[in-house]
Protein backbone atom coordinates (compact mmCIF):
# COMPACT_ATOMS: atom_id res chain seq x y z
CA UNK A 1 0.00 0.00 0.00
CA UNK A 2 1.80 3.23 -1.10
CA UNK A 3 1.98 5.91 1.75
CA UNK A 4 -0.49 8.26 0.16
CA UNK A 5 -3.09 5.61 0.75
CA UNK A 6 -2.21 5.02 3.68
CA UNK A 7 -2.52 8.84 4.69
CA UNK A 8 -5.32 9.16 3.29
CA UNK A 9 -7.35 6.25 5.34
CA UNK A 10 -6.04 7.69 8.53
CA UNK A 11 -7.28 11.12 7.59
CA UNK A 12 -10.58 9.41 6.80
CA UNK A 13 -10.37 7.18 9.70
CA UNK A 14 -9.83 10.38 12.11
CA UNK A 15 -12.58 12.52 10.48
CA UNK A 16 -15.13 9.73 11.07
CA UNK A 17 -14.34 9.27 14.71
CA UNK A 18 -14.46 13.11 14.90
CA UNK A 19 -17.45 12.89 13.28
CA UNK A 20 -19.48 10.33 15.76
CA UNK A 21 -17.87 12.10 18.56
CA UNK A 22 -19.83 15.67 17.33
CA UNK A 23 -22.57 14.13 16.30
CA UNK A 24 -22.37 11.97 20.29
CA UNK A 25 -21.87 15.46 22.00
CA UNK A 26 -24.46 17.57 20.40
CA UNK A 27 -27.03 13.94 21.38
CA UNK A 28 -25.67 14.72 25.07
CA UNK A 29 -26.20 18.31 24.71
CA UNK A 30 -29.99 17.84 23.54
CA UNK A 31 -30.31 14.99 26.01
CA UNK A 32 -28.98 17.16 29.23
CA UNK A 33 -31.15 18.42 31.75
CA UNK A 34 -30.47 21.94 33.09
CA UNK A 35 -28.10 22.07 36.16
CA UNK A 36 -31.08 22.90 39.11
CA UNK A 37 -29.97 25.45 41.60
CA UNK A 38 -29.09 23.44 44.84
CA UNK A 39 -31.60 23.78 47.73
CA UNK A 40 -31.49 26.37 49.92
CA UNK A 41 -33.69 24.45 53.32
CA UNK A 42 -31.59 21.57 54.23
CA UNK A 43 -34.51 20.30 55.65
CA UNK A 44 -36.73 19.56 52.25
CA UNK A 45 -33.93 19.13 49.82
CA UNK A 46 -35.58 18.73 46.80
CA UNK A 47 -34.67 17.45 43.42
CA UNK A 48 -35.65 17.57 39.32
CA UNK A 49 -38.07 14.67 38.85
CA UNK A 50 -36.42 13.92 35.46
CA UNK A 51 -33.91 10.99 35.19
CA UNK A 52 -30.91 11.59 33.44
CA UNK A 53 -30.57 9.27 30.08
CA UNK A 54 -28.61 6.55 31.60
CA UNK A 55 -26.07 6.25 28.49
CA UNK A 56 -24.29 9.58 29.58
CA UNK A 57 -23.14 7.73 31.84
CA UNK A 58 -20.86 5.41 30.51
CA UNK A 59 -19.40 8.35 27.95
CA UNK A 60 -17.09 10.33 30.60
CA UNK A 61 -15.55 12.26 27.00
CA UNK A 62 -18.17 14.86 26.51
CA UNK A 63 -18.42 17.80 28.57
CA UNK A 64 -17.42 17.82 32.29
CA UNK A 65 -19.87 20.82 32.73
CA UNK A 66 -22.62 18.49 31.67
CA UNK A 67 -21.26 15.75 33.95
CA UNK A 68 -21.54 17.91 36.62
CA UNK A 69 -24.68 18.86 36.36
CA UNK A 70 -25.98 15.18 35.65
CA UNK A 71 -23.90 13.85 38.73
CA UNK A 72 -25.84 16.89 40.99
CA UNK A 73 -28.92 15.58 39.99
CA UNK A 74 -28.42 11.82 40.42
CA UNK A 75 -27.65 13.33 43.95
CA UNK A 76 -30.18 15.53 44.89
CA UNK A 77 -32.32 12.72 43.90
CA UNK A 78 -30.42 10.08 46.26
CA UNK A 79 -30.62 12.41 49.09
CA UNK A 80 -34.43 12.98 49.18
CA UNK A 81 -35.19 9.39 49.11
CA UNK A 82 -32.52 9.25 51.62
CA UNK A 83 -34.52 11.54 53.81
CA UNK A 84 -37.62 10.20 52.75
CA UNK A 85 -36.56 6.71 54.01
CA UNK A 86 -37.55 5.07 50.81
CA UNK A 87 -34.09 4.89 49.07
CA UNK A 88 -31.62 2.04 48.75
CA UNK A 89 -28.36 2.23 50.01
CA UNK A 90 -27.14 1.09 46.74
CA UNK A 91 -28.50 4.59 44.90
CA UNK A 92 -26.32 6.63 47.22
CA UNK A 93 -23.46 4.29 47.09
CA UNK A 94 -23.82 5.00 42.74
CA UNK A 95 -24.21 8.76 43.77
CA UNK A 96 -21.35 9.50 45.54
CA UNK A 97 -19.32 7.29 43.03
CA UNK A 98 -20.83 9.40 40.08
CA UNK A 99 -20.15 12.67 42.15
CA UNK A 100 -16.27 11.94 42.81
CA UNK A 101 -15.83 11.07 39.51
CA UNK A 102 -17.33 14.55 38.13
CA UNK A 103 -15.24 16.03 41.10
CA UNK A 104 -12.39 14.72 39.83
CA UNK A 105 -12.73 16.36 36.38
CA UNK A 106 -14.28 19.35 38.11
CA UNK A 107 -12.84 19.88 41.48
CA UNK A 108 -13.79 23.33 42.39
CA UNK A 109 -17.51 22.99 41.80
CA UNK A 110 -18.65 23.47 45.63
CA UNK A 111 -22.21 22.67 44.68
CA UNK A 112 -21.09 19.12 44.02
CA UNK A 113 -18.94 18.84 47.45
CA UNK A 114 -21.87 20.11 49.66
CA UNK A 115 -24.29 17.22 47.13
CA UNK A 116 -21.34 14.59 48.41
CA UNK A 117 -20.97 16.29 52.10
CA UNK A 118 -24.80 15.63 52.30
CA UNK A 119 -24.53 12.01 50.79
CA UNK A 120 -21.61 11.10 52.71
CA UNK A 121 -23.38 12.21 56.28
CA UNK A 122 -26.27 9.77 55.04
CA UNK A 123 -23.67 6.90 54.77
CA UNK A 124 -21.57 7.97 57.54
CA UNK A 125 -22.02 11.01 59.77
CA UNK A 126 -18.99 10.86 61.86
CA UNK A 127 -16.89 9.55 59.16
CA UNK A 128 -13.94 11.52 57.75
CA UNK A 129 -15.57 11.84 53.71
CA UNK A 130 -17.99 13.79 55.55
CA UNK A 131 -15.45 16.38 56.76
CA UNK A 132 -13.23 16.34 54.18
CA UNK A 133 -16.22 17.48 51.25
CA UNK A 134 -17.54 19.85 53.88
CA UNK A 135 -14.29 21.72 53.79
CA UNK A 136 -14.30 21.38 50.31
CA UNK A 137 -17.11 23.81 50.27
CA UNK A 138 -15.83 26.59 51.95
CA UNK A 139 -12.20 26.29 49.87
CA UNK A 140 -14.02 26.47 46.55
CA UNK A 141 -16.70 28.99 47.54
CA UNK A 142 -15.69 30.71 50.97
CA UNK A 143 -18.28 33.35 50.30
CA UNK A 144 -21.01 31.76 48.35
CA UNK A 145 -24.67 32.86 50.34
CA UNK A 146 -26.61 29.99 48.14
CA UNK A 147 -24.86 27.42 50.38
CA UNK A 148 -24.26 28.48 53.55
CA UNK A 149 -27.61 27.21 55.02
CA UNK A 150 -27.12 23.99 54.35
CA UNK A 151 -23.52 23.63 54.79
CA UNK A 152 -23.90 25.25 58.20
CA UNK A 153 -26.92 22.87 59.27
CA UNK A 154 -24.61 20.06 57.91
CA UNK A 155 -21.82 20.75 59.91
CA UNK A 156 -23.46 21.81 63.37
CA UNK A 157 -26.32 18.46 62.79
CA UNK A 158 -23.64 16.00 62.28
CA UNK A 159 -20.93 16.89 65.04
CA UNK A 160 -18.32 17.89 62.30
CA UNK A 161 -17.37 20.85 64.33
CA UNK A 162 -15.08 18.60 66.55
CA UNK A 163 -12.21 19.65 63.84
CA UNK A 164 -11.19 22.98 64.93
CA UNK A 165 -10.42 23.85 61.09
CA UNK A 166 -14.41 23.21 59.71
CA UNK A 167 -15.52 24.84 63.18
CA UNK A 168 -13.58 28.19 62.18
CA UNK A 169 -14.83 27.77 58.13
CA UNK A 170 -18.50 27.57 59.93
CA UNK A 171 -17.74 30.28 62.38
CA UNK A 172 -17.29 32.54 58.98
CA UNK A 173 -20.59 31.23 57.80
CA UNK A 174 -22.45 32.93 61.01
CA UNK A 175 -20.54 36.03 60.65
CA UNK A 176 -21.46 36.48 57.37
CA UNK A 177 -25.28 35.60 57.81
CA UNK A 178 -25.44 37.98 60.66
CA UNK A 179 -23.56 40.97 59.48
CA UNK A 180 -24.04 40.41 55.94
CA UNK A 181 -26.89 38.68 54.67
CA UNK A 182 -30.27 39.43 56.81
CA UNK A 183 -32.20 36.98 54.52
CA UNK A 184 -29.92 34.52 56.26
CA UNK A 185 -30.50 35.32 59.92
CA UNK A 186 -33.74 32.95 59.70
CA UNK A 187 -31.50 30.01 58.35
CA UNK A 188 -28.98 30.01 61.42
CA UNK A 189 -32.07 29.91 63.42
CA UNK A 190 -33.10 27.00 61.97
CA UNK A 191 -29.89 25.50 61.84
CA UNK A 192 -29.72 25.95 65.97
CA UNK A 193 -32.88 24.35 65.89
CA UNK A 194 -32.08 21.22 64.29
CA UNK A 195 -28.47 20.90 65.42
CA UNK A 196 -26.79 18.67 68.15
CA UNK A 197 -26.11 19.44 71.40
CA UNK A 198 -22.83 19.91 70.63
CA UNK A 199 -23.79 22.02 67.45
CA UNK A 200 -26.07 24.40 69.75
CA UNK A 201 -23.35 24.88 71.50
CA UNK A 202 -20.83 25.96 68.62
CA UNK A 203 -23.71 28.34 67.85
CA UNK A 204 -24.14 29.54 70.80
CA UNK A 205 -20.10 30.20 71.57
CA UNK A 206 -20.34 32.18 67.81
CA UNK A 207 -23.43 34.07 68.02
CA UNK A 208 -22.70 35.84 71.25
CA UNK A 209 -19.48 36.86 70.10
CA UNK A 210 -20.41 38.10 67.30
CA UNK A 211 -24.17 39.52 67.90
CA UNK A 212 -24.93 38.86 71.41
CA UNK A 213 -28.39 40.73 70.73
CA UNK A 214 -29.74 37.95 68.44
CA UNK A 215 -29.08 35.11 71.51
CA UNK A 216 -32.44 36.01 72.42
CA UNK A 217 -33.87 35.54 68.10
CA UNK A 218 -31.79 31.98 68.23
CA UNK A 219 -33.35 30.66 71.64
CA UNK A 220 -37.04 32.62 70.93
Not at 69 to 79: E, F, K, T
Not at 98 to 104: C, F, H, K, T, Y
Not at 118 to 136: F, N, R, T, V, Y
Request: charged share 20%; aromatic share 6%; with cysteine.
Amino acid sequence: MKPTTRFRIVLMTLGLVLGCYDLASVASELSAIPRPAFPSDPAKITAPAGEVPAWLEAVPLFRSDLEGNHALIAALQAIQRGNAASGAAADSTRARLRVRQALSAAPCDADLWLALALLESQHDPSGPALLEALKMTYFTAPNDARLMPVRLDTATLFDALIDPDLAELARGDVRLMLTRQADLKAAVVQAYRRASKQGKGFLDQAIKAIDPSFVATLRG
